[in-house]
């Protein structure tokens, strides 16, 4: 499904975030990508994202090179992929129902649809009471099941988390890594970057692990490993 | 387009809702642009009345010789007024400018006496002739010189006396438009630099909100629409403050105005003007928030 070959990417002052990555994520799959900061995960997942472009080498989605991808394809493209940042990034002059109902506005789902889906998924992570609910109302915890619910209300094929647990208590951490693997048994693709040597061990699905840009280790039913 | 659209609206109604505070600051600064530019069209209509005040003090007299007959003068006028970039000839009898002679100096015993002495009415009769711009005299001027059966009949012309003043007269005039005119461009660019800067510090707030919604995939104008109606509804308030201040200095100040200009009747220009000063605020205020809040955002729109 996602597909990386020989992709480099080199930081306007020489820094070199990924060097030579060859890597293949199928359909459905559950990926973890460790190391340490600096390591090179978040420039994965931004140029899986089209956020950024490689130097070197080409990205493949369902076989379609990214670079092929004209720039106002790109929102079309993006629309495939549900992101969960460790910063959460709700929109906060929206309440809960309309960031979440955002993501399918901006795949002019109906207002009809929006009506039915967003309650929903609101249930799904135990929100619903909280529709009305900014922000800047809701705790972290709460923040990031948002965040999690904006990322699946449009049926995404791959969901993108970068560190989504690194600023929560363990109780909701724990829910969001729960709500990544049922996404994930729903049929979605994740693709997680986290430090939590737990979490990764507790999983026991593919990890991947970065170092100075390189993929020094790609473990099924892998562990954390420095 | 149409469910984009309406959400776009909906979003930005909301934001303004929201942010209302933010908003309303914004909306003061566009204001006090608007304001600039109204005041600048006031000053061109003050320039303008000026300008024809002046231009009405001036023009050339052809005085006749006593014995000319009316009718030769009345073809001359004819004649005169046919000449290309003339905008009046008046034609004054000897009769009525001795009446007027008479009237302007009825309370002066020694001019009263005077004319008695004389016992005959020794003034000319004559042409006042106004033209549309001052090269125009030139035209008329050749046209009285070249014409010698002319020169006969009259017996003495203004012009020449008055050339050097009138030019530099009008000369000056120009150039304080001209200078009015750069000043103004000087003054509407730094106010539109200081609401623009005032809108981008408003937007940089919400910079990393642009940007998670592109990552959303929602399209540059469905992540920036809500701001640019917030920028017009801004513009909209901005404008309708800008013309109740602007109706209000109109009003309040149109004597004092008066009274210095010579008879320059603000208020009555803002009247006369009321549909025109409406669409320069309303379009002027709306266009500058919509514009001031899509360059605002669009550098965050890149990614």
């Known amino acids: 499904m996602i597909q990386f070959k020989n992709v480099t990417k080199i930081f306007p002052r020489g820094v070199v975030a990924l060097k030579d990555v060859d890597l293949t994520i199928n359909k459905g799959e559950f990926v973890i990508l460790v190391g340490k900061s600096g390591a090179g995960k978040t420039t994965l997942l931004k140029l899986i994202n089209k956020e950024l472009e490689p130097t070197q080498g080409k990205i493949f989605f369902e076989d379609v090179c990214l670079c092929d991808i004209a720039p106002v394809q790109t929102q079309t493209y993006r629309q495939k992929i549900g992101n969960i940042f460790q910063d959460v990034r709700l929109i906060s002059t929206r309440n809960v129902y309309e960031n979440i109902s955002f993501a399918m506005e901006v795949m002019n789902a109906s207002d009809s649809d929006i009506c039915r889906d967003v309650p929903t998924i609101l249930d799904l992570v135990g929100l619903r009471q909280k529709m009305q609910c900014f922000p800047t109302e809701l705790s972290g915890g709460e923040k990031q099941k948002v965040a999690i619910a904006r990322a699946m209300i449009h049926r995404p094929g791959v969901i993108l988390a970068d560190e989504p647990t690194g600023n929560l208590d363990v109780y909701n951490a724990r829910d969001v890594i729960d709500s990544l693997v049922k996404l994930n048994d729903m049929g979605a693709t994740v693709v997680l970057a986290t430090h939590n040597e737990k979490t990764v061990n507790l999983l026991k699905k593919r990890v991947i692990t970065l170092e100075n840009g390189h993929i020094i280790r790609d473990q099924e039913k892998g562990k954390f490993l420095l | ?303």
């Open chain 2, 1 to 303: 387009m149409l469910l984009t659209f309406k959400r776009i609206f909906s979003a930005g109604l909301k934001n303004f809702k929201r942010q209302f505070n933010l908003n309303i600051a914004t909306a003061f600064i566009l204001s006090i642009t608007i304001i600039v530019l109204t005041f600048i069209f006031f000053v061109d209509g003050l320039n303008k009345y000026l300008f024809s005040v002046l231009q009405q003090k001036i023009g050339i007299t052809v005085y006749y010789n006593l014995e000319t007959p009316t009718e030769q003068i009345l073809a001359m006028k004819d004649e005169l007024s046919k000449l290309k970039g003339i905008e009046g000839v008046d034609y004054t009898s000897k009769e009525e400018a001795y009446r007027k002679f008479s009237e302007k100096y009825a309370n002066d015993p020694t001019v009263s006496k005077s004319v008695e002495l004389v016992g005959e009415n020794i003034l000319p009769a004559s042409l006042h002739i106004k033209a549309k711009t001052v090269g125009d005299y030139e035209a008329v001027m050749s046209f009285l010189v070249e014409n010698e059966s002319y020169q006969e009949i009259v017996n003495d012309v203004s012009y020449p006396r008055t050339e050097e003043v009138m030019k530099r007269i009008f000369n000056l005039a120009d150039s304080i438009k001209k200078i009015g005119y750069s000043l103004s461009a000087l003054l509407i660019f730094i106010v539109m630099l200081i609401t623009f800067t005032a809108v981008r510090l408003a937007i940089h707030a919400s910079r990393e909100e642009l940007s998670v919604m592109r990552i959303m995939g929602a399209s540059k104008i469905f992540a920036s629409g809500p701001y640019i109606v917030q920028g017009m509804i801004g513009g909209f308030l901005a404008a309708i403050f800008a013309f109740v201040l602007s109706l209000a200095f109109a009003f309040f100040s149109a004597a004092s105005i008066s009274s210095i200009t010579g008879g320059f009747d603000l208020f009555a220009f803002f009247l006369s003007d009321i549909f025109g000063i409406v669409v320069l605020q309303l379009l002027g205020g709306m266009a500058l928030g919509a514009a001031a809040n899509a360059l605002a955002t669009k550098r965050y729109l890149e990614v």
